[in-house]
């Protein structure tokens, strides 16, 4: 497996919070493994969050149940966002977060462009693996994260 591939949640994890959910696997090494919910909006908005109460509002997705203190994102825009890491072909996880959030309440950036995180999934070394052949996840090599 490497970054840049979706998994699906198969049926072994219905009534867990994984339950119809797709993950963007954003890296994976010999520590292990690290992804993004792409397909549960988080309830509140960007702007709902009192440290961006005075930006546009802009949705916000689960990430996942890990480091749920903190945002995160993925973007196709490195020519705006300088600092993030190059996941596969023109997508890439983090940069200059204060650089997004400017570009976002100026309108430059949209949903096309990013997608902001509360929380990452993470799995130690060969978890992910071990979970896949237990047949909780299917892996899937394309997908969509950004909106149309």
């Not at 749920?68 to 994102?73: A, C, K, M, Y």
């Not at 890491?85 to 949903?111: M, P, R």
Request: hydrophobic share 40%; with cysteine; net charge negative.
């Amino acid at each position: 497996m490497k970054p840049g591939i979706f998994i699906n949640s198969t049926a072994l994890l219905d009534d867990s919070v994984f339950e119809s959910t797709v993950i963007f696997i954003t890296e994976y090494n010999e520590n292990g493994a690290m992804g993004f919910v792409v397909n549960k909006v988080f309830p509140r908005k960007l702007n709902e969050l009192e440290e961006f109460r005075q930006g546009m509002p802009f949705p916000l997705y689960e990430g996942g149940p890990v480091d749920q203190e903190h945002l995160f994102f993925i973007h196709q825009r490195p020519d705006l966002i300088e600092g993030g890491e190059h996941v596969k072909d023109n997508i890439y996880v983090g940069g200059d977060f204060k650089t997004a959030v400017l570009y976002i309440n100026t309108g430059i950036l949209t949903a096309k462009d990013i997608k902001v995180f509360i929380g990452y999934c993470g799995w130690d070394h060969k978890e992910l693996n071990d979970e896949i052949a237990e047949g909780s996840w299917e892996l899937v090599f394309s997908g969509k994260i950004f909106e149309d």
